[in-house]
């Protein structure tokens, strides 16, 4: 693998997992007609034994596991996270609300799944007056991604529980808003959580009829700066991979 632009151009398309510029080669899942793609491209696929294994185990709880994605009790599922935002708005009502802000595409969509409501925590001193500065954080978008949800929602769980002990932290929640979308992508999030290596959405009127591919990839659907700056592709949403 000699050539940065097609590696560039590859990785924009099928998010690999790895890529190794100075050691010559990336890290992919691919099934049998993308393995086909990537010799027509000039690479020389191998498989990696130990990660397809990994990705063919069935997602079971670890022995004793009660909470927590399963066979992985580190991160939160959906259900769990909203939980844990409901507990910090209970625990801190003039830090914290918990407010819908719309409907993923299950719940918008007849015939499908129910859906969630797409929710954001916000977190600031209520009694002190704005406007204030916002950030806002939008977690989880790549579905698969589970760590992003996890470490926004624990960044939640510091603010509430250090404001009025912490000198940062009391400055910060009075003078600043935090609005944190913890799972942006619930619908495709609970695909994963079932077992499935899920990125995108779960669209399925996107023009691909194949359920293993179809949705929308959501960080390359905003409109600001679109392809301005690498990371994007002119490859359909519907053709690239899940």
Known sequence: MTDRDQVNRLAAERAPWEVHHDQGYLVIDVDRAGWRDLVAL???????????????????????????????PCYRTVEETFTSAQAIVAAHPTLATWTDIGDSWEKVTPGGLPGYDIKVLKLTNSATPGPKPIL??????????YTTAELVTRFAEALAANYGNNADVTWFL???????????????????????LWRKNTDNNDGCG?????????????????GCCGGSSGVSRSARRR
Do not use: C
């Not at 359920?211 to 905003?222: A, I, Q």
């Open 210 to 226: 194949d359920p293993n591919n179809w949705g929308v990839d959501l960080n390359r659907s905003y409109p600001y700066n679109w």
């Open 42 to 72: 000039g690479f020389k696929p191998e498989v990696d034994a130990v990660r397809t294994a990994e990705m063919r185990r069935p997602r079971v709880s670890l022995p004793g596991q009660v909470n927590g994605i399963p066979g992985f």
């Open 174 to 196: 009075d003078h600043q808003e935090v609005h944190l979308v913890l799972h942006a992508n619930p619908d495709g999030r609970k695909k994963a959580e079932m077992g499935q």
């Open 136 to 145: 806002i954080i939008n977690a989880a978008i790549h579905a698969r991604e």
